[in-house]
T-cell receptor
């Protein structure tokens, strides 16, 4: 089954404790992206990757890191989480950025930073 | 700055009562406009892509249309299972611009 998977689905942590949210897709997609969704603000892009070893900042990259060492994986790293990073996070992938930008989203990771 | 405004924020319909959701956008050259459906606690699910004014796409009870300034998602004879939040997003042609999402319209269809 074609899908985007994220782990963990739920995470409660404390300020400053490094964490990684994994994202994997099995559709051989070139393009992957991370979003956060907050009430009243909608979906905002954090980082994206056009291909392996190519990443770039989205609208709200502060406090986040990403890497793309393999085509299928795109982990999101919070080196020192803070309470304002409490949010619902989605990973997405698509064939590319042009006319094939129908993005497939993962199930989401709900993060709480205390 | 690219912007997307969706209206209404929330819409409550009786089963079978057709209506439309609006997505107004400003973008410096449109590459594509996207509609997604999002159920509570789940990731957005892709519905349609529209690329140029005048284009229309249909899927079951949903029909999306596009003009130079806005898109409509028409829902014909909705059913309770159509209840969800509907998201609109645009992507500009220039450079590696990200998708810009609207805040969504929360649709409730009552039996």
């Amino acid at each position: 089954e074609a899908q985007v998977t994220q782990n963990p689905r739920y995470l409660i942590t404390v300020t400053g404790k490094k964490l990684t949210v994994t994202c994997s897709q099995n559709m051989n997609h070139e393009y992957m992206s991370w979003y956060r969704q907050d009430p009243g603000l909608g979906l905002r892009q954090i980082y994206y990757s056009m291909n392996v070893e190519v990443t770039d900042k989205g609208d709200v990259p502060e406090g986040y890191k990403v890497s793309r060492k393999e085509k299928r994986n795109f982990p999101l790293i919070l080196e020192s989480p803070s309470p304002n990073q409490t949010s619902l996070y989605f990973c997405a992938s698509s064939l590319g950025r042009g006319r094939f930008n129908e993005q497939f989203f993962g199930p989401g990771t709900r993060l709480t930073v205390l | 700055e690219d912007q997307v405004t969706q209206s209404p924020e929330a819409l409550r319909l009786q089963e079978g009562e057709s209506s439309s959701l609006n997505c107004s956008y400003t973008v410096s050259g449109l590459r594509g406009l996207f509609w997604y459906r999002q159920d509570p606690g789940k990731g957005p699910e892709f519905l349609f892509t529209l690329y140029s004014a005048g284009e229309e796409k249909e899927k079951e009870r949903l029909k999306a249309t596009l003009t130079k300034k806005e898109s409509f998602l028409h829902i014909t004879a909705p059913k309770p299972e159509d209840s969800a939040t509907y998201l609109c997003a645009v992507q500009a042609k220039s450079g590696n611009t990200p998708l810009v999402f609207g805040k969504g319209t929360r649709l409730s269809v009552i039996a």
